[in-house]
């Protein structure tokens, strides 16, 4: 990746990631360089005061102006309280859970809720009855006028949460005319950091109850509902969509076909065939690499994070586990017409070819973005008007959010 605010690569790339919610007033961009041109190094505790303290910073301008009645001030200063409160807590995603993500998650629900009451359009909180418990979520509609339109679910990704989702997809989305529903499922924001439901692979049994719940809506066209997946929701969508045969639609952002393969592929080659071992002379070699890396504060974040996301206890058996992440004999099972999207430069999704080759649908599309464009990052960071102008144009044509039910 190339430079954007500082010189780690991950520090860089989460910068980057807050930055672009400037698109709809989740940030400032040069806010965004200046506090992490603050942050000491790589020092993570450094990361999240400094993000910390920019969030209660426009929180504050948010409180103020709502108290003098300045609603469209108050909307866009608690947005960009909800992107610097959920940037702050990211570093921390571990286990033991940190009380300090435990409260960047409860801070940037309320700046967000705090924001959409002065949206313009209408917005409700939900919660979707699941296995006992319930799902947080947003439902966002694009007028308040009644009528039947097409509805788009939204689907984050490993690291993501609800209210991210709004930047990414709903608020674009909510302008060509959908409506929409968000929601933290297992393994993501609260769902993970409160509840402590840990992720799993069957999203198909995930998403069957949101779209009972989505179809129960009297505003939803039951005939035109699409799934949108972002980052892992490009693995966790599609997965959906291979048993929850209700949606018209399904879009992966970006593509990913199996979990265990590309985690494995970033081990030194001789070493790939012990990952899932716990015993043996490489089997120990392997297992002195992770434990060099985990101590690493940002080399080693995206293992613990894999930890505490599919909670387990070693990297081998997070190798096992990822063994169910697969979309090798599912994919085929899709029955709507699916749009593939991949990012040139991510590796993190270098197998969305492999999905768009194992789908058998009649209609469907695998895009490629590049570096030339802006857009060769994971999720097309930093170039998601292109990304909406292709996606989008791809939905329209499907689900005609114009036309009304």
């Not at 309280?81 to 960047?104: H, I, K, N, Q, W």
Request: net charge negative; aromatic share 8%.
């Amino acid at each position: 990746m190339s430079e954007f605010a500082v010189k780690d690569d991950l520090l860089d790339a989460q910068t980057l990631r807050a930055a672009s919610a400037a698109l709809f007033g989740g940030a400032d961009i040069v806010e965004c360089v200046e506090i992490a041109r603050r942050v000491r190094g790589t020092d993570l505790d450094s990361w999240h005061d400094e993000w910390h303290r920019s969030a209660e910073s426009a929180y504050s301008i948010g409180v103020t102006a709502e108290a003098a009645g300045q609603s469209e001030t108050a909307r866009l200063a608690f947005l960009r309280a909800c992107t610097y409160f959920r940037t702050a807590g990211l570093m921390l995603l571990e286990a033991p859970v940190d009380p300090r993500l435990v409260d960047s998650v409860a801070r940037q629900r309320d700046a967000f809720r705090r924001a959409i009451a002065h949206f313009r359009t209408p917005v409700d909180v939900i919660e979707i009855p699941f296995e006992g418990v319930t799902l947080p979520g947003y439902h966002f509609r694009a007028a308040a006028d009644g009528a039947r339109r097409a509805t788009v679910i939204l689907v984050n990704g490993y690291d993501g949460t609800v209210e991210e989702s709004y930047f990414y997809n709903a608020q674009a989305a909510l302008d060509r005319g959908y409506d929409v529903v968000a929601f933290d499922g297992p393994g993501q924001g609260s769902v993970l950091v409160e509840q402590g439901l840990h992720l799993r692979p069957d999203w198909e049994n995930v998403i069957a109850p949101v779209v009972d719940w989505v179809l129960e809506q009297p505003t939803t066209d039951p005939d035109r509902v699409a799934l949108i997946g972002l980052s892992l929701g490009g693995y966790l969508a599609p997965r959906a969509a291979s048993g929850e045969h209700r949606l018209a639609a399904c879009i992966a952002d970006s593509g990913f076909y199996d979990m265990f393969d590309s985690a494995v592929s970033r081990i030194p080659a001789p070493l790939r065939g012990k990952a899932t071992e716990d015993t043996g002379t490489l089997a120990g070699i392997l297992g002195n690499l992770f434990e060099s890396r985990l101590k690493k504060p940002t080399e080693g974040w995206a293992m613990r994070r894999g930890l505490y996301v599919n909670g387990v206890d070693s990297m081998s058996e997070f190798f096992r586990d990822a063994q169910r992440y697969t979309l090798k004999g599912l994919a085929e099972r899709i029955t709507c017409p699916t749009l593939v999207c991949h990012a040139e430069n991510d590796d993190i999704a270098a197998s969305a070819p492999d999905l768009f080759a194992a789908l058998t649908v009649e209609r469907k599309q695998l895009i490629t973005f590049t570096v030339a464009e802006g857009a060769g990052q994971h999720c097309e960071v930093g170039a998601r008007q292109l990304y909406l102008a292709r996606s989008f144009g791809w939905l329209d044509s499907i689900l005609e959010p114009a036309r009304l039910g």
